[in-house]
Every structure is written in structure tokens, then in C-alpha cells.
């Protein structure tokens, strides 16, 4: 049965490569029901929902690969696992998700296939992990505070969420194509990013004291990602790798908890 599975699973890549991204799942979903052990099938169906926005289905089938392999190098699954999470609005999920999947490229099993692109795609998430985390943060501290912004803040991101959720109902039931979905959750998210901007711009103009921006240094991360894509700048990235980390030590002794330990890169 695994040959058959396998098949089916070369056809479900022809779909998906051609952006028939329904097809390409239900050619998964049929290659999964031949043959259940293998890992890839799982990686490959967890990426097709990741484009139909099937976020929870997406988990399952990443955790199932994940499960699956024996090596437990499976870099791609961490990735499209740590997507699906942050787009679950699970930050901190998301960056241990995604932290795994970039020190497994960063430092591959010898069986492992990785591109050149690979690190610098990585690392470019975790920050974006990173900085979501934070804002998350940030809004737990000022909600201890009991202040305003943190209050109207939620009330964006509920917001936002059931206007995702109705696109994601919308495609899955078919109402929306592929393209017409992500355009419009794209629209909604930066619609919202830009409503989030304004919102914090009026508080920190009213109260520059308390609502001064806390941002992450993503130019730290940026040149990490530079220098891992050449193997001659390796010990460099090494040597500024360190400074990350010494930096976010700095960063929590004066400003709180920012980077865990365990959320290094």
C-alpha cells in the first residue's frame, strides 16, 4: 500500500504546485489512508492547509509528522506548525515551534535536505514570532496596569479574528477561491495592523511616559539571517548570535522579562 500512498502523494504535489490547493488535500487525505507512516504525507497535507487556512488541521497533521519521524529532524513540519500557531494568535507556541525548526537547519542531520534559503526564511519567522510574542507581552503588562490601550487593543484582535473566521468558513465552504481568500485576509490584517498603529500613535502622544513604543531590535536577527546564508560567515553568525543573546540578557535586566533563555536563538 505504501507505493500506492506514494503516488497519490506525487499527484497531491502536481495540485499544489499548481494551486489547486483542495484537490491537493484530498489527494493527501487519500495517501494517508493507504499508508499512515509516513511523515512526508502528513508535512505536505499540514502546508496545503496552511494555504486553506485550516489552521487546527494544519496542528494535527505537523504534530503527526513530527510524531512519525524517527530522527526527530523535520524542519519543515516545526515551520508550518509554528505558522499555523501563530496564526492562532499562540505566540509563544509559535517561537519554540519555529526556534526548533530553524536550529534543526542551522545544524542539519547529515540525512537532511535543506536549501540555501532555508535559514534566512527561518530566521525572518522567528522574528516575526518574536515580535508577536512581545506585543503579547506588552499587553498582559498593561492590562495588569489596567490601562485603556490594552482593553481597546483586545477588542481589535477579537475583531480581527471573527473577520478571519469568516473568510476561513467562507473558502471552506467554498464561497471563496484560494486567491480571493488570502487577498482578503491579507486585507484584513493590515487593516487592522493599521487601526492597532493608530490606536498606540494617539496613546503615546497623550502619554509618552508610559506608551512609548518597546520594540524588538529585529536588525539583530536580520544580520544573523545575512551571514548564515554563506557557510564562509558561519563563525561570524556564531559571534553575533552571542550578542543576541547578550543583548536580550541587557534587555531583561533593565527593561523586565523579554527572551527567555529557552527562547534563544
Known amino acids: 500500500m505504501a507505493h500506492i500512498a506514494d503516488t497519490l502523494k506525487d499527484k497531491g504535489n502536481v495540485a499544489f504546485r499548481n494551486g489547486e490547493y483542495l ?148 473558502l471552506d465552504a467554498m464561497r471563496l477561491g484560494n486567491v480571493e481568500a488570502k487577498e482578503q485576509s491579507e486585507e484584513i490584517s493590515a487593516t487592522y495592523d493599521g487601526k492597532r498603529a493608530e490606536l498606540r500613535k494617539v496613546f503615546e502622544l497623550a502619554d509618552p511616559t508610559h506608551h512609548k513604543p518597546r520594540e524588538v531590535p529585529d536588525h539583530l536577527v536580520d544580520m544573523v539571517a545575512h551571514f548564515q546564508s554563506s557557510p564562509t560567515h558561519r563563525k561570524s553568525a556564531d559571534r553575533i548570535l552571542d550578542y543576541v543573546r547578550a543583548h536580550a540578557r541587557s534587555r531583561d535586566h533593565q527593561n523586565g522579562p523579554f527572551v527567555r533563555a529557552s527562547d534563544d536563538l
Do not use: M
Open 23 to 170: 484537490e491537493a488535500e484530498d489527494l493527501y487525505t487519500q495517501a494517508i489512508q493507504k499508508y499512515s507512516r509516513n511523515p512526508l504525507i502528513f508535512t505536505n497535507r499540514a502546508n496545503s492547509r496552511l494555504k486553506l487556512q485550516k489552521w487546527d488541521a494544519a496542528v494535527n497533521d505537523c504534530l503527526k509528522s513530527i510524531d512519525l519521524t524517527a530522527s526527530g529532524q523535520n524542519h519543515k513540519a516545526f515551520y508550518f506548525l509554528a505558522q499555523a500557531q501563530l496564526a492562532l494568535n499562540h505566540p509563544h507556541e509559535a517561537l519554540s515551534s519555529a526556534l526548533t525548526a530553524y536550529d534543526q537547519v542551522r545544524f542539519p542531520s547529515p540525512s537532511t535536505r535543506t536549501s540555501p534559503k532555508d535559514l534566512e526564511t527561518f530566521s525572518a519567522f522567528v522574528l516575526k514570532c518574536k515580535k508577536a510574542k512581545f506585543a503579547v507581552r506588552d499587553r498582559e503588562r498593561l492590562r495588569r496596569q489596567g490601562d485603556l490601550r490594552a482593553e481597546l487593543e483586545e477588542t481589535l484582535e477579537r475583531a480581527k479574528k471573527v473577520e478571519l473566521d469568516h473568510v476561513t468558513r467562507s
